[in-house]
């Protein structure tokens, strides 16, 4: 799918990656829908920085956890650019979920984020995707759906669920939608890592350094483009999920 003259929502779409996946899109010929729950001053920052580029930008704050805000922000996206066509489930929460727990609250809050989310989104642009004959869906996964992460118990099962969501939704919506994932390593350091912790991080990779959010970009405009390509995963992480066999067998 060429994305000029397209609409994109991108959920998550105004801080880190989700943020450089929105003006890409846009930098296409893109109208983007940027979904943001907390970041109200960065959504309408990044909705400003992609005006600039052409294109239409509307900022929306939905709750994707939340089955009506998902609706009530698909049909903003119909009222204002007539539809979606190409979704990318970039947001997700990054919280400890350690196990076993007594407090089911957090494990509730980044699996409605992770899991139903996606869901929820997907379900409600789906219709309008398929009546139009052509769609594109991108889920945003992560290294934690192949292997656990200790203390992150609903972080991992999140991202394993949208690994069988992508192949899931790819199957139900053929052949009019596709569907794919991207599964970036380390591209960008959480705000709390320390010199130390970023360079144990580059040496886990085979290719030793960090990546960046454009190599995510990437990817995702790959999937978005190619049209013969569906229920894929690119990993997008330097080599990170093999690192660990670099020094030895067993």
């Excluded at 957090?106 to 997907?122: H, S």
């Excluded at 052509?134 to 992460?149: F, K, Q, R, T, Y």
């Excluded at 052949?175 to 580059?202: Q, S």
């Amino acid at each position: 799918m060429d994305p000029k003259g397209k609409t994109a929502l991108v959920t998550g779409g105004a801080v880190r990656v989700g943020r450089a996946i929105t003006l890409a899109l846009a930098g296409a010929g893109a109208n983007v829908v940027i979904n943001y729950q907390s970041s109200a001053q960065a959504a309408e920052a990044t909705a400003e920085e992609a005006r600039t580029l052409g294109v239409g930008a509307l900022a929306v704050r939905a709750d994707i956890s939340d089955a009506g805000q998902v609706a009530a922000m698909a049909a903003a996206a119909r009222e204002r650019f007539g539809g979606v066509d190409i979704l990318v489930n970039s947001a997700s929460l990054f919280m400890e979920t350690p196990f076993p727990t007594d407090d089911l609250s957090a494990w509730r809050l980044v699996t409605g984020i992770g899991i139903d989310g996606p869901f929820f989104c997907a379900n409600a642009v789906a219709p309008q995707m398929l009546a139009a004959g052509a769609g594109a869906i991108v889920n945003i996964a992560d290294l934690s759906g192949w292997e656990p992460w200790p203390r992150m118990a609903a972080h991992s099962v999140s991202k394993a669920a949208i690994l069988a969501l992508t192949r899931q939704l790819a199957l139900e919506l053929a052949p009019a939608v596709r569907v794919n994932a991207v599964a970036p390593g380390p591209v960008l350091p959480p705000p709390d890592y320390t010199p130390e912790h970023i360079d144990r991080t580059a040496a886990k990779t085979l290719l030793e350094r960090w990546g960046s959010p454009e190599d995510v970009v990437g990817a995702v405009m790959y999937f978005v483009r190619a049209d013969y390509v569906t229920a894929e995963v690119i990993a997008v992480d330097g080599g990170e999920r093999f690192g660990h066999r670099k020094h030895e067998i067993g």
